[in-house]
């Protein structure tokens, strides 16, 4: 009999989690442009520090969701049936941000926050189900691999999508878009139900594990106090102390981290609780979702920090040979000067000419010679600002290929490395994406003159190679070794740990206006995994013995089968 490289249910899961990406970044890619821009334009006028305030708390809280979604789905609602009911929430919230308000903005943020909870961990442990099998076990991180590709061929095309209809309907055109994405991406999973509802099955509750219920009231009751606490830290201590400030930046800040405190607490009663066998590879898991914190506070800054090094900083400027096709595709951004009759914002900026008539300008024109401004009415095409963040999924098309082909060739060689040794690489190989950012801001005079996309480009390269040895590794150690038991609550782990970092992220992103050199705030993000990546690095010879273990356990398991 000819044995399968996958799955026959791969290209279900692939294409699901391709439409469902699709929805999420082409959302996420416009979210921090709609609240900056002008209420005249559609936007709620924002500045940096609200908009990537706001930004970070929305992402932070998308991915800490999956940590009930994956109670819900392995004890309750088994796996499709989670994925459905996420899915057509997040489909249904994308669509109510195409209404203008901010009590709308907020309720369809809470409806895809919730519904992501239930919809990614759940899809990405269905897929690590099917992988362990014994006949695709070794293919387990492949599999992994080609499934995130998925995730980023819908990342890399929605944002052209969001360009067209922003430029010729509006914002709210764009949105529904991402919600229409959401529904194909349902209407694919079901279509290939009966590849994997073999391996959707719900896990009784086993001697030592909390019941539900008693989650709900000891673990989530205690986050909502916890976070109210954190929100009104800097209130109470201010009448007492009177110190300046919030303990972490801002007050949903505080509260996020302090709502965290309860379910931090809750992973470490689960490692302590454990039978003995169980012990070492879910203190593995834990030690590796602490370190990668640092990861996703940097690169989850694509949608804050880069966007705004994208649209203010980097010569976006199109060349006359590109026009009629970028055009065609209603893809540019068309820029011009107006007398001063809009309001002030962060968008904008004022300058007086000889005559001293103050002029209103984009701030796209803030770093651009006086010399060579154009003239009061004159129009300038650029490309839409949220094209920039297809430069990332770009890349993971680009390089996931080589990638796998080197791990395979390490593989015949025999000498592969761990997932563990995989993930530290990737943290140093993040951190020097922050060092080409660094350069580019010396290139570009700290920001007086325009810098050349390539160095965008460049970093995102740099960055993208560390993504592929991280998360999709990341994935694919959850499934490893998590007891089949507490497969989607320790994926639901990874996401907590995806959601401080996507919390801190914004975080760093709000402190950007603080630095005065640029080039100083991409040397402490670069500082940053560098010095995680070291501790990774000190952990690997006890991890890989854990790995070790693990593998040789499966591997006398499969045999006795």
């Given at each position: 009999?000819?044995?399968?490289?996958?799955?026959?249910?791969?290209?279900?899961?692939?294409?699901?989690?391709?439409?469902?990406?699709?929805?999420?970044?082409?959302?996420?890619?416009?979210?921090?442009?709609?609240?900056?821009?002008?209420?005249?334009?559609?936007?709620?006028?924002?500045?940096?520090?609200?908009?990537?305030?706001?930004?970070?708390?929305?992402?932070?809280?998308?991915?800490?969701?999956?940590?009930?979604?994956?109670?819900?789905?392995?004890?309750?609602?088994?796996?499709?049936?989670?994925?459905?009911?996420?899915?057509?929430?997040?489909?249904?919230?994308?669509?109510?941000?195409?209404?203008?308000?901010?009590?709308?903005?907020?309720?369809?943020?809470?409806?895809?926050?919730?519904?992501?909870?239930?919809?990614?961990?759940?899809?990405?442990?269905?897929?690590?189900?099917?992988?362990?099998?014994?006949?695709?076990?070794?293919?387990?991180?492949?599999?992994?691999?080609?499934?995130?590709?998925?995730?980023?061929?819908?990342?890399?095309?929605?944002?052209?999508?969001?360009?067209?209809?922003?430029?010729?309907?509006?914002?709210?055109?764009?949105?529904?878009?991402?919600?229409?994405?959401?529904?194909?991406?349902?209407?694919?999973?079901?279509?290939?139900?009966?590849?994997?509802?073999?391996?959707?099955?719900?896990?009784?509750?086993?001697?030592?594990?909390?019941?539900?219920?008693?989650?709900?009231?000891?673990?989530?009751?205690?986050?909502?106090?916890?976070?109210?606490?954190?929100?009104?830290?800097?209130?109470?201590?201010?009448?007492?102390?009177?110190?300046?400030?919030?303990?972490?930046?801002?007050?949903?800040?505080?509260?996020?981290?302090?709502?965290?405190?309860?379910?931090?607490?809750?992973?470490?009663?689960?490692?302590?609780?454990?039978?003995?066998?169980?012990?070492?590879?879910?203190?593995?898991?834990?030690?590796?979702?602490?370190?990668?914190?640092?990861?996703?506070?940097?690169?989850?800054?694509?949608?804050?920090?880069?966007?705004?090094?994208?649209?203010?900083?980097?010569?976006?400027?199109?060349?006359?040979?590109?026009?009629?096709?970028?055009?065609?595709?209603?893809?540019?951004?068309?820029?011009?000067?107006v007398k001063d009759t809009?309001?002030?914002?962060?968008?904008?900026?004022?300058?007086?000419?000889?005559?001293?008539?103050?002029?209103?300008?984009?701030?796209?024109?803030?770093?651009?010679k006086k010399a060579d401004?154009?003239?009061?009415?004159?129009?300038?095409?650029?490309?839409?600002?949220?094209?920039?963040?297809?430069?990332?999924?770009?890349?993971?098309?680009?390089?996931?290929?080589?990638?796998?082909?080197?791990?395979?060739?390490?593989?015949?060689?025999?000498?592969?490395?761990?997932?563990?040794?995989?993930?530290?690489?990737?943290?140093?190989?993040?951190?020097?994406?922050?060092?080409?950012?660094?350069?580019?801001?010396?290139?570009?005079?700290?920001?007086?003159?325009?810098?050349?996309?390539?160095?965008?480009?460049?970093?995102?390269?740099?960055?993208?190679?560390?993504?592929?040895?991280?998360?999709?590794?990341?994935?694919?150690?959850?499934?490893?070794?998590?007891?089949?038991?507490l497969t989607a609550l320790?994926?639901?782990?990874?996401?907590?740990?995806?959601?401080?970092?996507?919390?801190?992220?914004?975080?760093?992103?709000?402190?950007?206006?603080?630095?005065?050199?640029?080039?100083?705030?991409?040397?402490?993000?670069?500082?940053?995994?560098?010095?995680?990546?070291?501790?990774?690095?000190?952990?690997?010879?006890?991890?890989?013995?854990?790995?070790?273990?693990?593998?040789?356990?499966?591997?006398?398991?499969?045999?006795?089968?």
């Amino acid at each position: 009999m000819k044995q399968r490289k996958h799955p026959k249910a791969l290209p279900f899961l692939f294409f699901s989690e391709m439409w469902e990406r699709f929805g999420y970044y082409l959302m996420i890619g416009i979210f921090t442009l709609y609240l900056k821009d002008t209420v005249d334009n559609g936007g709620f006028g924002l500045n940096e520090k609200e908009a990537s305030d706001l930004y970070g708390t929305f992402i932070a809280f998308v991915f800490l969701t999956p940590f009930i979604g994956g109670l819900l789905a392995d004890r309750v609602l088994g796996y499709r049936k989670s994925i459905t009911i996420g899915g057509i929430m997040m489909g249904i919230g994308y669509c109510l941000m195409s209404v203008h308000s901010l009590e709308m903005l907020y309720l369809s943020m809470l409806l895809v926050i919730l519904g992501n909870g239930l919809f990614k961990p759940n899809i990405s442990t269905l897929l690590g189900n099917l992988y362990n099998n014994p006949e695709y076990k070794s293919k387990k991180d492949a599999g992994y691999n080609i499934f995130y590709m998925g995730i980023n061929i819908g990342a890399f095309v929605c944002n052209f999508f969001a360009a067209a209809l922003y430029n010729t309907i509006g914002w709210g055109a764009a949105f529904i878009a991402a919600g229409i994405g959401m529904f194909i991406g349902i209407i694919i999973f079901w279509t290939g139900t009966k590849h994997f509802k073999h391996v959707d099955v719900i896990k009784p509750t086993q001697e030592g594990d909390m019941p539900l219920i008693k989650i709900f009231g000891l673990i989530l009751l205690p986050s909502i106090v916890f976070g109210l606490v954190g929100y009104y830290y800097n209130g109470i201590t201010d009448a007492i102390t009177n110190p300046k400030g919030n303990l972490v930046g801002s007050d949903s800040t505080d509260a996020f981290l302090f709502g965290c405190i309860p379910i931090i607490f809750f992973y470490g009663r689960l490692l302590y609780k454990s039978p003995k066998e169980e012990k070492r590879p879910i203190a593995a898991m834990l030690a590796i979702f602490s370190v990668v914190i640092a990861f996703w506070a940097v690169f989850k800054q694509n949608g804050s920090t880069l966007n705004t090094w994208a649209d203010r900083y980097t010569d976006r400027e199109i060349p006359k040979s590109m026009t009629p096709v970028m055009g065609s595709l209603c893809l540019i951004d068309t820029m011009k000067y107006v007398k001063d009759t809009l309001p002030i914002s962060d968008n904008q900026f004022r300058i007086a000419d000889k005559k001293q008539t103050a002029i209103t300008y984009p701030s796209y024109f803030k770093n651009v010679k006086k010399a060579d401004l154009p003239k009061d009415g004159d129009k300038l095409l650029l490309a839409n600002t949220n094209l920039f963040q297809s430069v990332n999924p770009f890349w993971v098309i680009a390089l996931t290929p080589l990638v796998l082909a080197f791990f395979a060739f390490l593989r015949r060689k025999g000498r592969e490395p761990s997932t563990p040794t995989k993930i530290a690489f990737g943290l140093l190989i993040s951190g020097l994406s922050c060092l080409v950012m660094y350069g580019a801001v010396y290139a570009c005079e700290n920001g007086a003159v325009k810098s050349s996309a390539w160095w965008f480009v460049s970093s995102y390269a740099v960055i993208t190679i560390g993504e592929l040895f991280l998360s999709p590794m990341g994935l694919s150690m959850v499934s490893k070794l998590s007891p089949p038991r507490l497969t989607a609550l320790m994926m639901g782990g990874w996401f907590l740990a995806t959601s401080i970092g996507n919390k801190l992220s914004g975080v760093l992103s709000s402190l950007w206006d603080g630095y005065d050199h640029k080039a100083n705030f991409f040397l402490v993000n670069s500082c940053l995994l560098g010095a995680a990546s070291l501790m990774l690095f000190f952990m690997l010879r006890w991890l890989n013995g854990i790995f070790k273990e693990h593998t040789e356990k499966e591997s006398a398991d499969d045999l006795k089968i």
